[in-house]
């Protein structure tokens, strides 16, 4: 069993406020549920572009950028499992990093996949190809279209 020194590890699910990732926290939650293993929600803030010099307007706009990811998410939880008592964290940094420097402590990761193609996909790629080989646990990934356990595809993080 995936455990640390503090019980299970939990089931990681990233979480944007997208179609997407509400598909990938409902399974997150179902297959944590059906497990036994806690749930804990992600969201990545970025640092914003401050056109000043001072820290005190660099502070704020950060502040302001980690308030609007953490409200984002949490209407995206609330809406999505209806209820907000979930342990949720938001972190600086971008998805991929967090990501990453999580997947230590964790049973597995679930992310939202937008099937998206085309030309600039090319160029950045999935978060799970961008994850996956880099994590210490699995990846799964969910499309919003089909987001029964059935159909999650699978990606090993080791």
């Known amino acids: 069993m995936n455990t640390s020194p503090n ?9 944007d406020g997208s179609v997407e990732s ?9 297959y944590a549920e059906d497990h036994g293993l806690p749930l804990r929600v992600i969201t990545a803030s970025r640092h914003p572009d401050v056109p000043s010099d001072s820290a005190g307007a660099y ?3 950060y502040q ?8 984002k998410a949490a209407e995206s939880i609330r809406r999505t499992l209806g209820r907000t008592d979930i342990d949720h ?7 991929d990093t ?17 099937n998206s193609g085309g030309f600039w996909a090319k160029f950045r790629g999935s978060l799970t190809n961008r ?3 880099k994590v210490a646990c699995p990846v799964i990934s969910i ?9 999650a595809l699978t990606g090993s993080g080791v």
């Open 131 to 133: 994850i996956t080989g």
């Open 59 to 61: 502070w704020d706009t």
């Open 89 to 95: 964290v938001v972190e600086l940094g971008s998805i």
């Open 64 to 71: 302001e950028a980690q308030n609007w990811a953490r409200v």
């Open 143 to 151: 499309s919003a279209s089909s987001a029964a356990p059935e159909t």
């Open 7 to 15: 019980g299970p590890k939990p089931v990681l699910v990233a979480v």
């Open 98 to 114: 967090v990501l990453i420097e999580a997947s230590d402590n964790a049973a597995m990761i679930v992310v939202g996949t937008r």
């Open 22 to 30: 509400d598909a990938a926290l409902r399974w997150a939650a179902d």
